[in-house]
Protein backbone atom coordinates (compact mmCIF):
# COMPACT_ATOMS: atom_id res chain seq x y z
CA UNK A 1 0.00 0.00 0.00
CA UNK A 2 1.20 3.42 -0.85
CA UNK A 3 1.33 5.54 2.04
CA UNK A 4 -0.11 9.54 1.93
CA UNK A 5 3.90 11.10 1.96
CA UNK A 6 4.68 9.41 -0.62
CA UNK A 7 2.20 10.36 -3.30
CA UNK A 8 3.66 13.54 -3.52
CA UNK A 9 6.90 11.70 -5.26
CA UNK A 10 5.58 9.77 -7.70
CA UNK A 11 4.05 13.04 -8.99
CA UNK A 12 7.72 14.62 -9.37
CA UNK A 13 8.41 10.87 -10.84
CA UNK A 14 5.58 11.29 -13.66
CA UNK A 15 6.79 14.70 -14.47
CA UNK A 16 10.10 14.07 -14.92
CA UNK A 17 8.84 11.55 -17.26
CA UNK A 18 7.13 13.18 -19.39
CA UNK A 19 10.11 16.31 -19.73
CA UNK A 20 12.42 13.41 -20.51
CA UNK A 21 10.41 12.18 -23.39
CA UNK A 22 8.84 15.85 -24.30
CA UNK A 23 13.40 16.67 -24.47
CA UNK A 24 13.71 13.94 -26.73
CA UNK A 25 11.04 14.19 -29.01
CA UNK A 26 12.36 17.96 -29.04
CA UNK A 27 15.50 16.99 -29.53
CA UNK A 28 14.32 15.64 -33.03
CA UNK A 29 11.43 17.94 -33.89
CA UNK A 30 13.08 21.34 -32.68
CA UNK A 31 10.72 23.81 -34.61
CA UNK A 32 7.48 21.56 -33.29
CA UNK A 33 5.88 24.66 -31.35
CA UNK A 34 3.04 22.75 -29.85
CA UNK A 35 5.47 20.16 -28.60
CA UNK A 36 7.43 23.53 -27.09
CA UNK A 37 4.27 24.45 -25.36
CA UNK A 38 3.68 21.09 -24.07
CA UNK A 39 7.19 21.24 -22.84
CA UNK A 40 6.82 24.60 -20.69
CA UNK A 41 3.44 23.38 -19.76
CA UNK A 42 5.19 20.29 -18.22
CA UNK A 43 8.01 21.67 -16.69
CA UNK A 44 5.41 24.04 -14.62
CA UNK A 45 3.06 21.16 -13.06
CA UNK A 46 6.71 19.84 -12.25
CA UNK A 47 8.10 22.27 -10.49
CA UNK A 48 5.35 22.73 -8.96
CA UNK A 49 5.03 19.21 -7.69
CA UNK A 50 8.76 19.49 -6.76
CA UNK A 51 7.83 22.51 -4.16
CA UNK A 52 5.07 20.54 -2.31
CA UNK A 53 6.84 17.63 -2.34
CA UNK A 54 10.12 19.52 -0.68
CA UNK A 55 8.07 21.54 1.58
CA UNK A 56 6.26 18.55 2.56
CA UNK A 57 9.11 15.84 3.10
CA UNK A 58 12.50 17.71 2.18
CA UNK A 59 14.74 18.51 -0.46
CA UNK A 60 15.16 16.12 -3.32
CA UNK A 61 18.50 17.38 -5.46
CA UNK A 62 21.36 19.34 -3.74
CA UNK A 63 19.83 22.32 -5.75
CA UNK A 64 16.63 22.53 -4.09
CA UNK A 65 15.49 25.02 -2.29
CA UNK A 66 16.12 25.93 0.99
CA UNK A 67 19.43 24.41 0.62
CA UNK A 68 22.00 26.88 2.89
CA UNK A 69 24.93 27.56 1.35
CA UNK A 70 27.22 28.55 4.37
CA UNK A 71 27.44 24.45 4.54
CA UNK A 72 26.37 21.24 3.02
CA UNK A 73 23.30 20.47 4.34
CA UNK A 74 21.97 18.10 1.88
CA UNK A 75 22.85 15.23 4.07
CA UNK A 76 21.51 17.00 7.29
CA UNK A 77 17.30 16.32 6.09
CA UNK A 78 15.95 13.19 7.01
CA UNK A 79 15.67 10.38 4.15
CA UNK A 80 11.96 9.72 3.28
CA UNK A 81 12.13 6.07 4.39
CA UNK A 82 13.37 8.07 7.84
CA UNK A 83 10.32 10.41 8.19
CA UNK A 84 7.55 9.52 10.35
CA UNK A 85 4.41 8.42 8.55
CA UNK A 86 1.35 10.93 9.60
Known amino acids: ?3 ERMN ?3 EV ?3 EFVLLETNLYLDS ?3 DQE ?3 YFRRML ?3 KDAKEKYEAKC ?4 PDSTGIGYERWE ?3 TPWPWELEAN
Open 1 to 3: MIN
Open 8 to 10: PIF
Open 13 to 15: QKY
Open 29 to 31: HPD
Open 35 to 37: ALE
Open 44 to 46: ALY
Open 58 to 61: GPIT
Open 74 to 76: WVM
